[in-house]
């Protein structure tokens, strides 16, 4: 915890890349704090900003999980409350969109990016002066060493098609909502299982977050 009475509060809610899941399950679940992108951005915003990770493997934006042994992972139910928790917020960064890509949901591009329209609804009833940055995802890689045997049943060829659709649509809704916006796919990219970012990635993420939030 940032101790700094006068530090900057920085919320980052996602799904599993927030969390920091590591690419590949068969050598650690996740990547230890000093490498995840939360862990990244906080070294470099420095005392001045309080980073607080909230990040939960499955979360989709405003969907219950298929698998009824998953709860909690509608994004949209829990993140009232996390505001509420972590208030008051000056930034707060979305990153969500992939998990909604799963072929269970065979949700649109288009309607992926609108669920996010709650979100900063939530924040804008919380405080006007929060500023909301959205992150589009990261690419799905369909072709990665490890893509078929980790996710074979939950994400296809369409799915790795409509992440690369992803970011137009967010984009389209930062403009609409008077948001930031970052594209993750131009600096970061996943690894081994094509879903989760490589290690470097996170890094590559936390720069241009850092300087987005610092001109924000």
């Given at each position: 915890m940032n101790t700094n009475p006068q530090a900057k509060v920085v919320l980052c809610?996602?799904?599993?890349?927030?969390?920091?899941?590591?690419?590949?399950?068969?050598?650690?679940?996740?990547y230890p704090v000093n490498i995840r992108?939360?862990?990244?951005?906080?070294?470099?915003?420095?005392?001045?900003?309080?980073?607080?990770?909230?990040?939960?493997?499955?979360?989709?934006?405003?969907?219950?999980?298929?698998?009824?042994?998953?709860?909690?992972?509608?994004?949209?139910?829990?993140?009232?409350?996390?505001?509420?928790?972590?208030?008051?917020?000056?930034?707060?960064?979305?990153?969500?969109?992939?998990n909604d890509l799963k072929v269970q949901y065979s949700r649109p591009v288009t309607e992926i990016a609108d669920a996010l329209k709650p979100f900063i609804d939530a924040v804008r009833e919380t405080s006007q002066e929060t500023k909301i940055l959205l992150v589009s995802p990261i690419y799905v890689n369909d072709s990665a060493p490890k893509f078929d045997e980790y996710y074979h049943d939950t994400y296809d060829k369409?799915?790795?098609e409509k992440s690369k659709q992803l970011a137009t649509e967010i984009q389209r809704v930062a403009?609409?909502?008077?948001?930031?916006?970052?594209?993750?796919?131009?600096?970061?990219?996943?690894?081994?299982?094509?879903?989760?970012?490589?290690?470097?990635s996170h890094l590559t993420l936390a720069q241009p977050l850092a300087e987005l939030i610092q001109h924000a």
């Open positions: 809610y996602g799904d599993s890349n927030t969390w920091g899941q590591n690419d590949d399950k068969n050598t650690g679940s996740r992108w939360t862990g990244k951005l906080q070294e470099l915003l420095g005392n001045n900003y309080y980073v607080i990770e909230e990040g939960l493997g499955g979360r989709a934006t405003d969907l219950e999980h298929y698998n009824p042994n998953k709860p909690s992972r509608n994004g949209l139910t829990y993140f009232v409350p996390c505001l509420t928790s972590h208030s008051p917020t000056d930034i707060v960064v979305i990153m969500l969109g992939t369409q799915s790795a403009s609409e909502t008077g948001s930031l916006f970052f594209d993750a796919s131009t600096v970061a990219k996943a690894g081994l299982d094509g879903i989760h970012f490589d290690e470097q």
